[in-house]
């Protein structure tokens, strides 16, 4: 499974006076397995760019690749790529429509045409793997809390067993607690689906926790495309496009230029505990 | 001077059972007591229904006690005779920047407040050039809301408030719904409200970034204050914040783990610099 | 897909016509309206249609973009027209089966559709000189008379304004839940009519919950910043009648007395 864009441009409005240049030459390859934040600012195109790998926009120019096949080709299945990319938008419980939470669940595996034990079995697995258990299958979505919404709406799109999860801003609105136990759970699907993820996120200290590839965009084009600490490198680059490193890569960054023998190249509160533990304790012998 | 005054507040709300009828009452707010001083920026934070929003609006008389008493000044929030001259006094800022702007040019929206309270035209206009300028927003009054990022909504929202003549502003989680952008741009035009025009700030979230630079912190949990202090006072106890599901700024969380392995640092460590300097010492 | 609506939407630039008063454009509006069934014989068109040349030249609304506008009214204008070729009576000039064509019926139909056009024109033009915000207060301050018998006037201008301002927004939310939902595999565009009218169920409930949502949070924000209703509310802008507004009441008296003579001086 790969996900492959060769120099993909999509201009909103086109024909008016101000066309706005959501992607800009947009190459990159996705590939099997792999755990992906995708930052940039409100406007930088990182919404315009999920919305080309589910077929749900389509490139002014360029062309997108799942598993080698082109899918803006007439016979390949746009019902397929769907499936197989979940997309989850920002609010995902915004989408929650039926009377209780399992048939809710049920409505993507049906689009799919199941058998109805098929569907079943799917709504309650992914139910399972977002963690909520039989007593929430009749309850009514729109009675439960923000954060078990939230995990109806994604489960609602696990149901339909896709290779790729894509995720808008899943914690937006949470509380420190509730972003948590989101976050865990897809670092868990993650680790224990094989599943490709793919998550548009704000938060750098997120991103530094959880994510092994970091796409940077900026006005519609490709900035970084790197490990985190790679890309952390380059913070002050960030800044001007409006984004930061985590608060700790700053705390490094101060400590070595007060003369300390300091590896910038800590992402989390964890790294930097350990690095500047290293230090205090051969400064003290 | 006390500018708000909260005595044994208790809020209850009925449930409803299938059927429709009434099942019981839940207590949101569970016996609070809270006095605000005039001119004071206050953050009160809290999960996701741990009452902190309810409060809220007990401070505008949008919800009325089941039992205690609100006063805003000489106020009872529960005078009927006085609810309109609270909600002037105590204006408030709601979470999502849609569903709080009511007109379709800037500037008529933050007229609104002041065309219902009955401001003479003449005096209208200069109230909204103020507010506008307040929040930095002036360039952007002919505009549509619509065509405003969720940052300059909130700052149109502030200044909408702002027009009234305020003597206070409750925030109800402005930034929930912004982006890293917006948020700082709300909450420093906030914080400027409150040090130029003397404005007392109530400030919801459960952001921590953006208490820091408060004069008190007050957390609460299933109804009731359980912490209330200087930052420095609440950012010492991480474990007891962690417990009521709410988190700290990296920094602090660091200080915090390396004190715990025997570095010598103080409690309640809240910025970058305090950090550095005192391991460089 | 859905954002081809022109019809009600405010052109922005300065003109003349932009500054009238809202109230004088409305019955502007009304008076020409009622101009075009008075009008009758090409003279009266023709002079209905120059005057309205005229006013849209002095807009600076560029005529391309207000026949955009036309494009929604089509099918209403062929479906007139053909029933006044068809089912008019008079001399046949060309007939197939029970379908002919008549000299009358092609004439009223010519005059019908110029009249449709110049009807939706002109009143197309009101919306595209007038912010919404301008035209719900003319219609405040002109319908006030209704108070005395009891119809709530401002709040309908406020229903109004409000639901002019929340139209883009649930639009938007739309376009994003119909995304949403297509990428849980539905389909909105195959099938008859009634799977069609089906697939919308998960797209419609989400909606109006959210539209409720937003007009409950938009009905607190209100309370907390002090509306109650009309009484005793000022105006940052309050309209004021100028020389210019009651000049051009005085044209357009004018103008339908002018039509009003044409049409008695040339009886068809």
């Known amino acids: 499974m790969s996900i492959k864009l060769e120099h993909v441009n999509y201009i909103y409005e086109p024909d008016t006076a101000f066309p706005v240049h959501a992607t800009d030459d947009v190459s990159l390859e996705i590939h099997d397995g792999e755990f992906i934040a995708l930052i940039g600012h409100t406007g930088s195109g990182k919404s315009t760019l999920i919305q080309h790998l589910n077929g749900l926009i389509h490139p002014t120019s360029g062309t997108i690749y799942y598993n080698g096949k082109n899918i803006a080709d007439a016979d390949f299945s746009m019902k397929e790529l769907r499936s197989k990319v979940g997309l989850v938008f920002q609010y995902p419980e915004h989408q929650l429509f039926e009377m209780d939470v399992f048939t809710d669940v049920c409505f993507g595996p049906k689009n799919l045409g199941l058998s109805e034990e098929e569907i079943e079995q799917r709504a309650k697995d992914a139910l399972e793997m977002v963690g909520l258990d039989e007593s929430y299958y009749k309850q009514s979505p729109f009675e439960l809390s923000g954060g078990q919404k939230r995990r109806v709406a994604i489960a609602g799109v696990l149901a339909m067993k896709p290779e790729v999860l894509i995720l808008d801003e899943p914690t937006a609105g949470l509380d420190p607690k509730g972003r948590d136990e989101i976050l865990d759970q897809v670092a868990w699907l993650h680790k224990n689906s094989h599943m490709t993820i793919i998550l548009v996120s704000h938060s750098m200290e997120d991103v530094a926790r959880y994510a092994q590839r970091l796409i940077v965009m900026n006005k519609g084009k490709v900035m970084f495309d790197a490990t985190p600490v790679e890309v952390f490198r380059h913070y002050k680059e960030l800044e001007t496009m409006g984004l930061a490193a985590p608060q700790v890569t700053y705390i490094a960054h101060a400590l070595k230029e007060h003369g300390l023998d300091i590896n910038t190249d800590v992402t989390t509160v964890e790294e930097a505990k350990k690095e500047i533990l290293r230090l205090w304790r051969q400064r003290t012998c | 001077m006390n500018l708000i005054k909260i005595a044994k507040l208790i809020f209850e709300y009925a449930k409803y059972g299938e059927d429709g009828s009434v099942v019981g009452t839940s207590r949101a707010i569970d016996n609070v007591s809270i006095d605000i001083e005039k001119g004071s920026f206050v953050a009160v934070l809290g999960h996701n229904g741990s009452g902190k929003s309810t409060l809220a609006k007990h401070l505008n008389a949008i919800l009325l006690p089941t039992e205690g008493t609100v006063w805003i000044g000489e106020d009872d929030t529960k005078n009927p005779d006085a609810l309109w001259d609270i909600r002037q006094r105590a204006g408030m800022v709601f979470q999502n920047p849609d569903n709080q702007i009511i007109a379709n040019v800037v500037e008529e929206d933050v007229a609104f407040g002041p065309e219902n309270i009955g401001v003479p035209t ?71 409200l409150n040090k130029q025009e003397n404005i007392t700030v109530v400030l919801i979230t459960h952001y921590m970034e953006e208490v820091i630079d408060a004069d008190r912190i007050i957390v609460m949990d299933e109804g009731k204050v359980v912490m209330d202090g200087t930052p420095k006072e609440i950012f010492s106890k991480v474990d007891q914040l962690k417990k009521y599901r709410l988190d700290v700024p990296q920094v602090t969380e660091l200080a915090y783990e390396l004190k715990k392995e025997g570095v010598p640092l103080e409690d309640g460590i809240l910025t970058i610099e305090e950090l550095v300097d005192a391991l460089c010492q | 897909m859905l954002r081809d609506i022109t019809i009600g939407q405010y052109y922005a630039v300065e003109s003349p016509i932009h500054r009238l008063d809202p109230r004088v454009k409305l019955a502007g509006t009304l008076l020409y309206i009622v101009s075009l069934f008075v009008a009758e014989g090409i003279i009266c068109y023709l002079l209905a249609a120059v005057f309205l040349g005229l006013v849209v030249r002095l807009s600076k609304v560029p005529l391309k973009y207000m026949v955009r506008g036309l494009k929604s009214i089509v099918f209403l204008l062929l479906l007139s027209v053909s029933f006044n070729i068809f089912l008019t009576e008079g001399r046949v000039i060309f007939q197939v089966g029970f379908l002919r064509i008549t000299v009358e019926g092609l004439v009223i139909a010519a005059f019908m559709a110029v009249r449709l056009i110049l009807l939706i024109l002109g009143s197309t033009l009101m919306t595209l000189t007038t912010t919404p915000n301008n035209l719900t207060d003319g219609l405040e301050k002109s319908l006030g008379f209704l108070n005395k018998i009891h119809v709530p006037v401002h709040d309908m201008a406020m229903m109004m304004s409000i639901a002019l301002r929340f139209i883009p927004i649930l639009i938007e939310e739309t376009d994003k839940i119909m995304k949403a939902q297509m990428a849980r595999g539905a389909d909105f565009e195959s099938g008859n009519i009634i799977k069609k009218a089906k697939a919308m169920v998960p797209l419609l409930v989400p909606l109006f919950v959210s539209a409720f949502r937003r007009a409950s949070d938009l009905a607190m924000a209100m309370e907390a910043r002090c509306y109650h209703g009309g009484e005793g509310r000022t105006k940052m802008k309050p309209l004021h009648y100028n020389g210019r507004d009651l000049m051009v009441y005085g044209i357009l008296i004018v103008y339908l007395a002018v039509m009003i003579g044409l049409r008695i001086a040339m009886p068809v």
């Open chain 2, 122 to 192: 003449r005096d209208i206009w200069r109230r909204v050039d103020e507010s506008l300028k307040a929040v930095g927003m002036t360039a952007f009054r002919k505009k549509s809301p619509n065509k405003l990022s969720g940052g300059q909504k909130q700052r149109v929202a502030i200044a909408g408030v702002m027009a009234m003549k305020p003597d206070c502003i409750i925030l109800d989680e402005p930034t929930a719904m912004l982006d890293p952008h917006g948020r700082e741009d709300v909450i420093r035009t906030v914080h400027e």
